[in-house]
Structures are given as structure tokens and as C-alpha cells.
T-cell receptor
Framework: QQQVKQSPQSLIVQKGGISIINCAYE??????FPWYQQFPGKGPALLIA?????SEKKEGRFTISFNKSAKQFSLHIMDSQPGDSATYFC????????FGKGTRLHILP | DAGVIQSPRHEVTEMGQEVTLRCKPI?????LFWYRQTMMRGLELLIY????????DSGMPEDRFSAKMPNASFSTLKIQPSEPRDSAVYFC??????????????FGPGTRLTVL
């Protein structure tokens, strides 16, 4: 199976709060799990990525948590800011990646 | 340093016409990807090339779609004949290689295609 399921579709968070987006995959052969951020009118850009040999990766306010046995991974945005308002895509794969449907995140000022 | 370049940025055409989208990948990147983005279907991989060779075209919707990469610095995606359901934003992306840790994909600004 090649699907990557992402939730929620949309999310509203107060400034300073924690934004959490979840993804689940089916193919146990996948070995690369990136998150992309897309602003309106722009192409997606890599935000952070993880390989399955670690359970967590943190870059600044952004953290990926990875649960290999459950085939799930999530993005946490700490101290969310209005500038974080964008669409976030999880993805999974190896030589090619399959994208989730995206989460529209809006941070209230 | 120039990123991925796509042209045109916007294209409006009538049903039945041929449409050609163009992409110049980042210099030194040897993998190139074409995606289609719609509200309903999200971001779909259409085809990807490695070292100018098509590796996986399983996402190409039907025979009306074709893609070429004649050299390392240029690729085209052609739709002939175009239909209204082809209306979408088409992205080209390139990466240094197709496997980790060099497989970060850099996306172009996209071409917004409207077929009337």
C-alpha cells in the first residue's frame, strides 16, 4: 500500500500554543519521512525530515516524533507564531515520496 | 543561486489545445520530479527522472500526458489534448540524488494551468 494519511485537514491554534499534525503510513519499506511547508502561491519547501532509525528529531521549534511499530509520525510546532500559518504536508517513501493531503494551519495573533 | 525555474507561471488554454510546461532544475541535481496539485487530490507525483532517464511514470494520468528530459538542465511536461479536468498547479522539483541523505526535493514556483 502506498497511502499516507494525514490529519487534521485544518487546524487553528492560538499564538504561543503547540500545533500537532499526525500522519500514518502503510508501507513498511519506507525509510524517509519529510515534512514540507507551503505558503500560498509558492512551491512546498522541506521543513524537517527523519529516518526510521531515530524516534525523534528536533530543529528549533519543530519536532518530528516517529513511532515505527505503529507506522505513525507527527509534527509538533512549539510556541506557534502567525508566520507559521501555512499548509503542511507529511510524506513518506524512499527514492520517491508519497505526500499526505495536507493540513492548513492558521495561528491566531 | 537560482532555484528550480518553471515556465510559464500561468497558462490559460482551451480544451483540445496542446500545453507544454517547462522546467529547469537546479544545476548539479540529477533527479527531477513532476507533480500536480489540486484541492481534491492533493500533491500527486506524475513522473520522476534520474540522470535524465524516466524511472517511474506510474502517476501519469493517461496517454494525453507525456514528459521528456533531453538533458540535465531541461524537462518538459506536455498535455495533448488538454481537458478542463487537467486544470491544476503543476510543480517541478529537483534533488541532488534520489536516495537519502541527498534526496531533499527543491520545488519550483509552479505553473497554474487553466483549461477552459
Amino acid at each position: 500500500q502506498q497511502q499516507v494519511k494525514q490529519s487534521p485537514q485544518s487546524l487553528i491554534v492560538q499564538k504561543g500554543g503547540i500545533s500537532i499534525i499526525n500522519c500514518a503510513y502503510e508501507n513498511t519499506a519506507f525509510d524517509y519521512f519529510p515534512w514540507y511547508q507551503q505558503f500560498p502561491g509558492k512551491g512546498p519547501a522541506l521543513l524537517i525530515a527523519i529516518r526510521p532509525d531515530v524516534s525523534e528529531k528536533k530543529e528549533g521549534r519543530f519536532t518530528i516524533s516517529f513511532n515505527k511499530s505503529a507506522k505513525q509520525f507527527s509534527l509538533h510546532i512549539m510556541d506557534s507564531q502567525p508566520g507559521d500559518s501555512a499548509t503542511y504536508f507529511c510524506a513518506a517513501g524512499d527514492d520517491k515520496i508519497i505526500f499526505g493531503k495536507g493540513t492548513r494551519l492558521h495561528i491566531l495573533p | 543561486d537560482a532555484g528550480v525555474i518553471q515556465s510559464p507561471r500561468h497558462e490559460v488554454t482551451e480544451m483540445g489545445q496542446e500545453v507544454t510546461l517547462r522546467c529547469k532544475p537546479i544545476s548539479g541535481h540529477n533527479s527531477l520530479f513532476w507533480y500536480r496539485q489540486t484541492m481534491m487530490r492533493g500533491l500527486e507525483l506524475l513522473i520522476y527522472f534520474n540522470n535524465n532517464v524516466p524511472i517511474d511514470d506510474s502517476g501519469m494520468p493517461e496517454d494525453r500526458f507525456s514528459a521528456k528530459m533531453p538533458n540535465a538542465s531541461f524537462s518538459t511536461l506536455k498535455i495533448q489534448p488538454s481537458e478542463p479536468r487537467d486544470s491544476a498547479v503543476y510543480f517541478c522539483a529537483s534533488s541532488r540524488d534520489n536516495l537519502p541523505p541527498y534526496n531533499e526535493q527543491f520545488f519550483g514556483p509552479g505553473t497554474r494551468l487553466t483549461v477552459l
